[in-house]
């Protein structure tokens, strides 16, 4: 059961963004006990949300026969993920306050977007709207983190959410026709494989122009490391249209797209106190 439970908690998406959180908080300039709080709070959110999502999901995933989901076939009970989601988000709540009081309503919200995506919003046109909310909201929650609480630059908050709306299309686009056959529709099914496809190079750019002309636009400038990062996403994304344009999905493209996200948390990670607005 236990092994279950881990492969029902998401473990790969929870424990990027966990990683990219502590990455972001380091940037910022939190240490000690406030970066272990900061990953911990992270972690458990996601932690709420990948077991919230195979326990709501349980029927839908049995009726096309995931095998890729515990719950689904029997290899973990549906009373336990849904335990164990609850429990998580429970510590959510202690862990998030922990960091001061804007920093823990900024991740409440974070996770009950993340919730509202798994019970309601993953089947309408608006799904990409949690993935812009939390994400948006991560360079803020690690700001906020801070012993003395600052604002996330703009351009920061707008480069998250822009990399949680390339996270959607890119998490959706592998299981687009088994949710079509069970009544999911979001913003993904709406555009189609090309559609999403391309948008998701499409957001993965943006988030780089703003991760990069954020900082020259407030005249601090751009770093040879920054420079390199825009030139190699460029061509990343130019490679990922040709081949969403050209052939069926492929693995290659999914890891192009994942190439491209992690580029872009460097180039976040990079700015580091660029980040803060004093």
Do not use: C
């Amino acid at each position: 059961m236990f092994l279950g439970l881990i492969r029902s908690s998401h473990p790969g998406p929870t424990l990027a963004v966990t990683t990219v959180t502590l990455v972001l908080g380091f940037a910022v300039g939190l240490e000690g006990l406030r970066l272990v709080f900061l990953g911990l709070a992270m972690f458990a959110g996601q932690l709420s949300i990948g077991w919230s999502n195979d326990w709501i999901d349980v029927e839908r995933d049995r009726s096309v026969r995931r095998r890729d989901k515990p719950a689904a076939d029997g290899r973990v009970s549906e009373i336990a993920v849904r335990n164990a989601a609850v429990i998580a988000l429970v510590l959510v709540i202690p862990l998030s306050f922990a960091l001061g009081l804007w920093a823990g309503v900024v991740n409440v919200i974070a996770v009950a977007a993340g919730w509202s995506y798994n019970i309601w919003l993953k089947r309408t046109v608006f799904s990409g709207v949690p993935y812009l909310v939390a994400f948006g909201l991560l360079p803020l929650f690690a700001t906020l983190a801070l012993p003395v609480p600052q604002f996330a630059a703009p351009w920061a908050i707008a480069a998250g959410a822009l990399l949680g709306l390339a996270a959607h299309f890119a998490n959706v686009l592998p299981d687009l026709i088994d949710d079509a056959s069970t009544g999911v529709r979001g913003l993904p099914h709406v555009l189609g494989r090309v559609g999403s496809g391309v948008a998701a190079f499409v957001t993965l750019m943006l988030a780089s122009l703003s991760v990069v002309g954020g900082p020259w636009l407030a005249g601090q400038g751009v770093s040879a490391a920054a420079g390199a990062g825009l030139v190699l996403n460029a061509a990343i994304s130019v490679v990922g249209l040709f081949l969403v344009l050209s052939r069926p999905p492929t693995r290659l493209l999914f890891q192009l797209i994942i190439a491209s996200a992690l580029i872009d948390v460097i180039l976040l990670a990079l700015a580091g106190a660029a980040i803060v607005v004093a």
